[in-house]
């Protein structure tokens, strides 16, 4: 099966620049996660989909950070201004329900501000 | 809420040597417990996993991990590592299946020749 996609791999920026990364999750698999990892940190949670409704977005910065779900598949991540403390590693995972089911993550795209 | 404390940021250890990453964790209720495993520029893949039954859990690359409850750990073991091991292992608990996967800071195991 193909694992979970994201687009671009790397992204250099300014800050004060929207920039929006692109997840498309295995197929069949109903929960899509965002997750934050700084250097040298693990993975923090920015958000989780349940189908495509958001359950948990209680770490997503709001006032500048935004993410959908249409139609339950594909995802975007967008942030708008970006700042210098934005500059991370943002990896999507997915999983299928039940009790047998990991996590599976994308390679992550490497955002850079400058 | 649950939290993960992996106590060594970094691990070198020379090659065919014996290594163990520890893991704790903290929950008021019972929890899964994972391993996961990320080298470098590429996403985490996960290592092992605990859900019940038997305590002490295999991967298929030798490495085993045994879950404590008393000591609330998770440590990770492998009698013999390789080069190829050279990675950033993470530990990771959830209370339910599917929600709140809340991940360690992580260990960066480095194998010497």
């Known amino acids: 099966e193909a694992g979970v996609v994201q687009s671009p791999r790397y992204k250099i920026i300014e800050k004060k620049q929207p920039v929006a990364f692109w997840c498309n999750p295995i197929?069949?698999?109903?929960?899509l996660y965002w997750y934050r990892q700084n250097l040298g940190q693990g993975p923090e949670l920015l958000i989780r989909y349940e189908n495509e409704e958001a359950v948990d977005d209680s770490q997503l910065p709001k006032d500048r950070f935004s993410a959908e779900r249409l139609k339950g598949v594909d995802s975007t991540l967008k942030i708008q201004p970006a700042e210098l403390g934005d500059s991370a590693v943002y990896l999507c995972?997915?999983?299928?329900?039940?009790?047998?089911?990991?996590?599976?993550f994308g390679n992550g795209t490497r955002l850079t501000v400058t | 809420a649950q939290s993960v404390t992996q106590l060594d940021s970094q691990v070198p250890v020379f090659e065919e040597a014996p290594v163990e990453l520890r893991c704790n964790y903290s929950s008021s209720v019972s929890v899964y417990l994972f391993w996961y495993v990320q080298y470098p520029n590429q996403g985490l893949q996960l290592l092992l996993k605990y859900l019940s039954g038997s305590t002490l859990v295999e991967s298929i690359n030798g490495f085993e991990a045994e879950f404590n409850k008393s000591q609330t750990s998770f440590h990770l073991r492998k009698p013999s590592v390789h080069i190829s091991d050279t990675a950033e292992y993470f530990c990771?608990?959830?209370?339910?299946?599917?929600?709140?996967?809340?991940f360690g800071p992580g260990t960066r195991l480095s194998v010497l020749p």
């Open positions: 995972a997915s999983s299928s329900r039940g009790n047998n089911s990991p996590l599976h």
């Open positions: 197929s069949g698999h109903n929960t």
């Open positions: 990771a608990v959830s209370e339910l299946w599917g929600q709140n996967f809340v």
